[in-house]
């Protein structure tokens, strides 16, 4: 058994509180990095060692395996899972596979459907539908959304419209495929399940009296992590398991509900302790994992969200010593922004930051590729996480063998630019003018589009290549961007980032169109709230380091066609303007830490001691020649600022303070000859 005071060891007041709450009705509304997982276990073991539970009575539930595994790990850790302690920690699929295993009537015989595609593409055939192969996983995430959100075929075109779905055919022909893929899963009295039906079954079972008495008589006490993720038929599977009973312990942060397509809602969270209203609510805002200028950051990102309920807000408070402030950076396309990411990256890890300690974080996985292939070009170690890598994709994959078989061909018109001829071969694989509907489909040209600007990259000079040497040079880049077996920079989703944290994290894309994306702003205010609870978890991924990117065209265009994201809006990035530090945002008092933009005790990592030794000698040349003080010619602080920010240009030295026009005139190229390593002097 685990001992008591080393149940509470560690743990702040509020942590103890949700510990040491009475058995029955407990919601703990747990902001990022505060902590939530050690104190549900923490919980868990209490009640064991208070000897109110037994360990085989609890069960405690979450949605990914990876999020299970760490629960058992604590949970065994604390002395309380394994053998002879048989605490269970499962998703919610596992725990209902298991209790289907076990109370399934014998007359019945059923298998588990490990992939429902195939089911479904003769479902869509049944009704005549033409389907691709995005379309048809369209249709498969919709019938998983209509099951998880309790809606039945009947139900779908109503819910669908309600919820204003984005499918890529009419609702009426998706209930008609909904009513088919059901009825071709039955046959007499052999079932094929699907994933949702696990749960849908195991709730029915559990409505049989006799059946339910006994679950019940096994578990006394239940315990959900990531409350907020709970979708209808998961919660309908927790009401049936729980009975009349209220020993239950929930968990979750409303401002991290980022599944809403998938059915998950935040409703039952927000209305715990209506259901309850006895229940004990413990709030944790203590954020262990990122620093005071992250989190301020966050607080500010999520107090504009317009769905949040009175008495659910959690404003989360920095437990960590400061660090540098976010850091912005515009560019004029999305390669400069990929190369200046990679720029960065190298510096962090030149610095000392393991490759493994940083992430690149983008909105859809088609982003990933321009960030994959400058961080090869940098010699950068990645890992692309929650998605393959960019050329291993199907679409990918396929668009290469359409281009290699065209380049084979004889017939290829001449004297018109490749792209044109590479546009035409992938048009027919959905690479349209216009965007298509349907998240598959979109996904499929979001990647189709990429590749167009790989091979813009590669006609650049030669608009008129032969199309055999542009499949080789992509041919080339492909193979040089496997994903690396070592450790490395993580490039991932921000949904697939989630309950996952980084030393440095790059948030890049961060446009209207991306950040929210489209599809989002189309659909009005809800959505776009769940886009900023996207960008939240985001942010808070970081715990000291963050980098928040945008470039304003797509390609090298002139003119700007794309703006920062709205949800930066109002926000003050730039520590500059602020008379803050730029290294840990505290206020500057004096005038020389106000030239450098810094404390005099943060040291700036682009400061090259190099370049400021050879700063220094120039001003002691330059003051000899002129016969005054080297002081009177440039500070210390002017020295460090110029060191640090590295102007290219007689503009950005003059925006420097302390360096005016009359210093510009006397020696201004002077000193651009000493940054840039060439001779300027009059």
Same mark, same amino acid.
């Given at each position: 058994?685990?001992?008591?005071?080393?149940?509470?060891?560690?743990?702040?007041?509020?942590?103890?509180?949700?510990?040491?709450?009475?058995? &029955?009705?407990?919601?703990?509304?747990?902001?990022?990095?505060?902590?939530?997982?050690?104190?549900?276990?923490?919980?868990?073991?209490?009640?064991?060692?208070?000897?109110?539970?037994?360990?085989?009575?609890?069960?405690?539930?979450?949605?990914?395996?990876?999020?299970?595994?760490?629960?058992?790990?604590?949970?065994?850790?604390?002395?309380?899972?394994?053998?002879?302690?048989?605490?269970?920690?499962?998703?919610?699929?596992?725990?209902?596979?298991?209790?289907?295993?076990?109370?399934?009537?014998?007359?019945?015989?059923?298998?588990?459907?490990?992939?429902?595609?195939?089911?479904?593409?003769?479902?869509?055939?049944?009704?005549?539908?033409?389907?691709?192969?995005?379309?048809? /996983?369209?249709?498969?995430? +919709?019938?998983?959304?209509?099951?998880?959100?309790?809606?039945?075929?009947?139900?779908?075109?109503?819910?669908?419209?309600?919820?204003?779905?984005?499918?890529?055919?009419?609702?009426?022909?998706?209930?008609?495929?909904? +009513?088919?893929? +059901?009825?071709?899963?039955?046959?007499?009295?052999?079932?094929?399940?699907?994933?949702?039906?696990?749960?849908?079954?195991?709730?029915?079972?559990?409505?049989?009296?006799?059946?339910?008495?006994?679950?019940?008589?096994?578990?006394?006490?239940?315990?959900?992590?990531?409350?907020?993720?709970?979708?209808?038929?998961?919660?309908?599977?927790?009401?049936?398991?729980?009975?009349?009973?209220?020993?239950?312990?929930?968990?979750?942060?409303?401002?991290?509900?980022?599944?809403?397509?998938?059915?998950?809602?935040?409703?039952?969270?927000?209305?715990?302790? /209506?259901?309850?209203?006895?229940?004990?609510?413990?709030?944790?805002?203590?954020?262990?994992?990122?620093?005071?200028?992250?989190?301020?950051?966050?607080?500010?990102?999520?107090?504009?969200?317009?769905?949040?309920?009175?008495?659910?807000?959690?404003?989360?408070?920095?437990?960590?010593?400061?660090?540098?402030?976010?850091?912005?950076?515009?560019?004029?396309?999305?390669?400069?922004?990929?190369?200046?990411?990679?720029?960065?990256?190298?510096?962090?890890?030149?610095?000392?930051?393991?490759?493994?300690?940083?992430?690149?974080?983008?909105?859809?996985?088609?982003?990933?590729?321009?960030?994959?292939?400058?961080?090869? +070009?940098?010699?950068?170690?990645?890992?692309?996480?929650?998605?393959?890598?960019?050329?291993?994709?199907?679409?990918?994959?396929?668009?290469?063998?359409?281009? /290699?078989?065209?380049?084979?061909?004889?017939?290829?018109?001449?004297?018109?630019?490749?792209?044109?001829?590479?546009?035409?071969?992938?048009?027919?694989?959905?690479?349209?003018?216009?965007?298509?509907?349907?998240?598959?489909?979109?996904?499929?040209?979001?990647?189709?589009?990429?590749?167009?600007?790989?091979?813009?990259?590669?006609?650049?000079?030669?608009?008129?290549?032969?199309?055999?040497?542009?499949?080789?040079?992509?041919?080339?880049?492909?193979?040089?961007?496997?994903?690396?077996?070592?450790?490395?920079?993580?490039?991932?989703?921000?949904?697939?980032?989630?309950?996952?944290?980084?030393?440095?994290?790059?948030?890049?894309?961060?446009?209207?169109?991306?950040?929210?994306?489209?599809?989002?702003?189309?659909?009005?205010?809800?959505?776009?709230?769940?886009?900023?609870?996207?960008?939240?978890?985001?942010?808070?991924?970081?715990?000291?380091?963050?980098?928040?990117?945008?470039?304003?065209?797509?390609?090298?265009?002139?003119?700007?066609?794309?703006?920062?994201?709205?949800?930066?809006? &109002?926000?003050?990035?730039?520590?500059?303007?602020?008379?803050?530090?730029?290294?840990?945002?505290?206020?500057?008092?004096?005038?020389?830490?106000?030239?450098?933009?810094?404390?005099?005790?943060?040291?700036?990592?682009?400061?090259?001691?190099?370049?400021?030794?050879?700063?220094?000698?120039?001003?002691?040349?330059?003051?000899?020649?002129?016969?005054?003080?080297?002081?009177?010619?440039?500070?210390?602080?002017?020295?460090?600022?110029?060191?640090?920010?590295?102007?290219?240009?007689?503009?950005?030295? &003059?925006?420097?303070?302390?360096?005016?026009?009359?210093?510009?005139?006397?020696?201004?190229?002077?000193?651009?000859?000493?940054?840039?390593?060439?001779?300027?002097?009059?």
């Amino acid at each position: 058994m685990p001992d008591h005071h080393r149940i509470l060891e560690g743990l702040d007041p509020e942590q103890q509180r949700a510990v040491l709450a009475p058995r &029955g009705p407990v919601c703990v509304l747990a902001g990022a990095g505060t902590g939530k997982t050690r104190t549900i276990t923490h919980r868990i073991a209490h009640l064991i060692d208070s000897g109110q539970v037994n360990p085989s009575q609890v069960l405690a539930v979450t949605f990914t395996t990876r999020a299970a595994g760490e629960l058992r790990g604590r949970l065994r850790a604390l002395g309380i899972a394994g053998p002879g302690n048989s605490v269970q920690a499962q998703t919610f699929h596992a725990a209902a596979l298991r209790q289907l295993r076990y109370f399934w009537p014998r007359e019945l015989t059923w298998e588990l459907l490990a992939n429902k595609l195939p089911v479904v593409a003769r479902a869509a055939h049944h009704v005549g539908l033409a389907t691709t192969t995005e379309s048809l /996983r369209d249709l498969a995430s +919709e019938i998983e959304w209509a099951k998880g959100s309790l809606t039945t075929p009947e139900g779908y075109v109503a819910a669908a419209q309600a919820a204003r779905r984005d499918v890529a055919f009419p609702a009426e022909a998706v209930a008609s495929v909904f +009513e088919t893929y +059901e009825s071709a899963k039955r046959d007499g009295a052999h079932l094929l399940l699907d994933f949702d039906d696990l749960i849908i079954y195991a709730a029915e079972l559990l409505a049989d009296p006799a059946v339910a008495a006994d679950f019940r008589s096994r578990y006394r006490c239940f315990v959900v992590d990531e409350y907020q993720d709970i979708t209808p038929v998961q919660q309908q599977l927790l009401d049936v398991w729980l009975g009349e009973r209220d020993n239950l312990t929930v968990v979750g942060d409303a401002n991290q509900t980022i599944y809403s397509f998938t059915g998950a809602t935040a409703a039952h969270l927000l209305d715990f302790t /209506r259901r309850y209203p006895d229940a004990t609510l413990v709030r944790l805002e203590r954020d262990y994992r990122s620093t005071p200028e992250v989190v301020r950051l966050a607080n500010q990102v999520i107090a504009a969200t317009d769905e949040r309920a009175p008495g659910t807000r959690l404003e989360l408070i920095g437990q960590r010593p400061h660090g540098p402030v976010p850091r912005p950076a515009e560019f004029a396309d999305e390669l400069r922004e990929a190369h200046g990411v990679a720029a960065q990256i190298k510096h962090l890890i030149n610095a000392g930051t393991e490759p493994a300690e940083i992430a690149v974080l983008y909105r859809v996985n088609a982003q990933s590729e321009r960030f994959e292939e400058a961080l090869t +070009e940098a010699g950068i170690p990645y890992q692309v996480r929650g998605s393959e890598a960019f050329f291993t994709r199907t679409e990918i994959v396929q668009a290469m063998g359409k281009l /290699r078989a065209a380049a084979q061909r004889d017939d290829l018109p001449a004297g018109v630019e490749t792209a044109r001829v590479v546009r035409a071969v992938l048009a027919p694989l959905g690479l349209g003018d216009t965007e298509p509907v349907g998240p598959q489909a979109k996904a499929r040209w979001e990647s189709l589009r990429a590749l167009m600007s790989v091979v813009a990259d590669v006609l650049v000079d030669q608009p008129t290549m032969p199309l055999s040497r542009v499949v080789a040079e992509l041919t080339m880049r492909a193979e040089e961007r496997h994903t690396p077996t070592r450790p490395g920079v993580t490039l991932a989703s921000l949904h697939a980032a989630k309950g996952l944290e980084w030393d440095a994290v790059f948030l890049v894309g961060l446009t209207d169109g991306s950040v929210p994306i489209m599809q989002a702003i189309d659909k009005g205010s809800g959505a776009i709230d769940e886009e900023r609870r996207l960008f939240y978890v985001g942010i808070t991924r970081a715990r000291e380091h963050l980098y928040l990117s945008w470039s304003l065209s797509r390609s090298g265009s002139a003119r700007a066609t794309r703006r920062r994201t709205r949800f930066l809006d &109002g926000i003050d990035l730039d520590p500059r303007r602020s008379g803050r530090c730029t290294v840990c945002g505290a206020e500057l008092v004096n005038p020389e830490s106000r030239v450098r933009r810094r404390c005099g005790s943060c040291r700036s990592e682009e400061r090259d001691d190099e370049l400021v030794t050879a700063l220094r000698s120039w001003r002691s040349d330059h003051a000899r020649r002129r016969g005054v003080r080297e002081r009177a010619v440039l500070t210390d602080a002017m020295l460090d600022a110029i060191a640090e920010e590295r102007p290219s240009d007689v503009a950005a030295l &003059g925006a420097i303070p302390g360096i005016g026009p009359v210093k510009l005139e006397q020696f201004g190229d002077e000193l651009l000859g000493v940054l840039h390593g060439g001779s300027r002097a009059r």
